[in-house]
């Protein structure tokens, strides 16, 4: 399957779920909220049913008469809003009074009578067309002041869902209005209200999916494009292309993904690049030995030199030379591949630079070279009974400190100086090695630790050097993981700056 098909589908999905949990929590969120609103509603209408009652019971301070199960309740509910059933009829009373009797012989007011007749009319109106009766009547109780129930059954009030309204005479309870809030939608017309709204929100979700789906093409392609670019970069860098680039301007994970491709095609463009040059270099300076004993054997083939001693020597040294130049680049190339064995111990570093003092002490006078040793701590200087110990291998630091030695000595003039510092600082070691004149060029000093570079113009070649010395003592001090720095010395030559953890 395509990625972008992939792309497309989980995006359809992630959409679709995320569109379908809205949709349940709206229409969770609205049964709810109406049902909670049609309580409501319900509940405020018992305003006027509790004011009605005050009224009834501030004439005549009892509840006898609904214990009596008069129809007068009933009278009160539909006076109040609450029933559209209208009491039995009784006529109208001796003396022609028109208006409903009271408890105590008082009467429902004119607007009352009103609402009862509205109210009858009403009832018989639903009696012809066979609508049902909306009243919240079932769910009413009423009790009076000591709790005792007078509407209602006992179950429905105790239950928790049952609300209780003071009835409020002189801001005295004298009674309590009870209603049992509904659970559920029962009413007809509540229910196709509802589900019309949960249509509504059904076609509206669809809508989103839909939406959804068209706006993942393009998101799925706007992805998947720049990756098919870069593949088809990979392809060409895989065909040995390493000057294929990729365009992109994005500032995301794709961009940073481009600009690692670009690193690595300018990376293996510039490996190849040192691989010719090597070869080129390495064939050179192998070259030049072999031609020397090349002509110097085909001379004394030839008869045109005797062998004697001067030509022995002059062949001798010639095999020295090529011998170096092999060594240094197997150390170099082992190097290089992490085939070289380190054994960490503690070493001191004082002993390493006496033991090399010692062993070099001939090559720096007949190079007509000083050489001065000095020894601190976090930059103060100390005598020379501190061991300066440090994790390394005995035998890679002192091949370090011997190519750092036979690097002065090839470059240096005549009657210059070799200095050497050892600082002892909180967590590393640090070496600082430096000379005299000549010294190199700002545009040469990055490239000394690079493989056979040389600078041919202020640092002589009179004793073969391959420019490997360097190399190896970079590879070397990284393999201590440490820190390695050139930088122009302030006595004229070329300082070197290392930093190995202790």
Not at 40 to 58: F, G, P, Q
Request: hydrophobic share 35%; aromatic share 6%; charged share 20%.
């Amino acid at each position: 399957m395509r990625l972008s098909l992939q792309l497309f589908i989980t995006l359809l999905i992630a959409s679709a779920l995320l569109v379908a949990l809205m949709f349940a929590i709206t229409s969770f969120s609205f049964s709810r909220g109406f049902l909670a609103y049609i309580n409501d509603a319900e509940k405020s209408r018992l305003a006027s049913l509790t004011s009605n009652l005050a009224a009834i019971y501030e004439q005549d301070p009892n509840w006898d008469w609904i214990e009596k199960g008069s129809d007068r309740w009933r009278q009160v509910l539909v006076a109040s809003n609450l029933s559209s059933r209208p009491p039995p009829s009784r006529g109208p009373k001796r003396g022609g009074k028109t208006g409903t009797e009271q408890p105590g012989g008082s009467e429902v007011d004119n607007g009352s009578s009103a609402k009862l007749d509205k109210a009858q009319r009403n009832g018989r109106d639903n009696s012809r067309t066979g609508s049902r009766d909306r009243t919240i009547v079932p769910r009413l109780m009423f009790k009076d002041a000591q709790n005792n129930i007078l509407i209602g059954r006992l179950s429905d009030a105790k239950s928790t869902q049952t609300q209780w309204l003071p009835v409020l005479v002189e801001e005295k309870a004298v009674g309590y209005v009870g209603y049992k809030s509904r659970t559920e939608l029962t009413e007809q017309f509540d229910q196709a209200f509802e589900g019309q709204q949960r249509r509504s929100f059904a076609l509206a979700a669809l809508g989103m999916i839909v939406l959804s789906g068209l706006l993942s093409i393009p998101l799925a392609s706007r992805i998947v494009k720049p990756i098919l670019k870069l593949n088809k970069a990979v392809g060409e860098i895989s065909q040995g292309n390493y000057q294929q680039r990729v365009s992109m301007d994005r500032n995301d994970e794709i961009g940073d993904l481009a600009s690692n491709v670009n690193k690595l095609s300018f990376t293996l463009e510039r490996n190849l690049a040192a691989r010719q040059r090597w070869i080129a270099e390495i064939s050179h300076e192998l070259r030049t030995p072999v031609s020397v004993l090349q002509g110097e054997v085909e001379a004394l083939q030839d008869g045109v030199r005797e062998f004697n001693e001067g030509s022995a020597q002059s062949i001798h040294a010639e095999v020295i030379r090529l011998s170096r130049l092999i060594d240094d680049l197997h150390q170099l190339s082992m190097s290089d591949i992490g085939a070289l064995d380190y054994k960490m111990t503690a070493v001191s570093m004082k002993s390493l630079i006496e033991q090399l003092f010692s062993t070099n002490a001939t090559r720096l006078k007949q190079a007509n070279l000083n050489w001065e040793i000095q020894y601190s701590k976090n930059g103060i200087a100390v005598d020379d009974s501190e061991p300066f110990i440090l994790q390394a291998d005995e035998q890679r630091m002192g091949q370090l400190l011997n190519n750092l030695l036979q690097n002065s000595t090839r470059y240096t003039s005549e009657g210059g100086t070799v200095f050497t510092n050892v600082d002892q600082q909180s967590n590393a070691i640090l070496l600082t090695w430096s000379d005299t004149a000549p010294g190199v060029s700002d545009a040469d000093l990055p490239k000394l630790l690079d493989p056979l570079y040389r600078t041919e113009q202020s640092r002589s070649r009179k004793n073969g050097g391959a420019g490997l010395g360097l190399s190896i003592v970079k590879n070397v001090v990284e393999a201590h993981n440490g820190r390695i720095e050139l930088t122009h010395a302030p006595s004229g030559g070329l300082q070197v700056n290392i930093s190995i953890p202790c």
